[in-house]
């Protein structure tokens, strides 16, 4: 899905990885190539060390890398496509509740230019407060179909965080 916009202080590339406990999967993103984002959507990586959104999934802490293509701590792949989108500098932000990674937030120019503190700030503020949103109504979409008698909607609440950033990025006017 391409349809959200980071914060016009940002206004950069983005992309919203959801994390299920053993990969990430792109649930938006926002400014890339359509080569891009099928490469992100098709793409289902585990944490590891060869990219900023994987070394994030995997320590669980805020990343913010000066130029990913030069820096030789990282591999991303497949390498070509990195370099026809020109990620450069890129900022890697976790979405953690009670130190369990939920989701992880990428967000990158075409060229090295690294980001102000100011704007590593809001990305990490905006984080953390759409983890307390999507916490808070996960549990309650939950409950209300276990009340139904829907185990099958209660199930499938376990994946309802996605529904819930993709609305609190639009409630913010990060969505179009």
């Known amino acids: 899905m391409r349809f959200f916009r980071t914060p016009r202080v940002c206004a950069r590339r ?17 400014g890339t190539t359509d ?13 590891s060390r060869e990219t900023t959104t994987r070394l994030t ?6 990343l913010h890398v000066a130029d990913l293509l030069s820096d030789p701590g990282f591999s991303p792949k497949p390498r070509e496509l ?37 704007q590593v700030a809001l990305v990490k503020t905006f ?17 209300l179909a276990e009340a139904r008698g829907d ?13 819930y950033s993709l609305r609190l990025l639009k409630s913010l006017g990060i969505n179009e």
């Not at 099958?152 to 996605?162: I, K, M, P, S």
Request: glycine letters at 2%; one cysteine or more.
């Open 127 to 143: 984080a953390d407060q759409a983890v307390i949103a999507i916490e808070k109504c996960t549990p309650v979409q939950r409950a």
């Open 151 to 163: 185990r099958a909607a209660a199930a499938r609440t376990l994946g309802l965080h996605e529904k």
């Open 14 to 30: 983005t992309s919203l990885f959801l994390y299920d406990r053993e990969v990430l999967s792109t649930a938006a993103s926002h």
């Open 57 to 62: 999934a995997l320590e669980r802490r805020t």
């Open 35 to 47: 080569e891009v984002a099928e490469h992100l959507e098709r793409s289902r990586p585990g944490p």
């Open 82 to 118: 990195y370099e026809k989108e020109n990620v450069r500098t890129v900022l890697s932000v976790p979405m953690l509740f009670e130190d369990k990674l939920i989701d992880a937030i990428i967000t990158w120019p075409r060229e090295v230019r690294p980001f102000t503190a100011k």
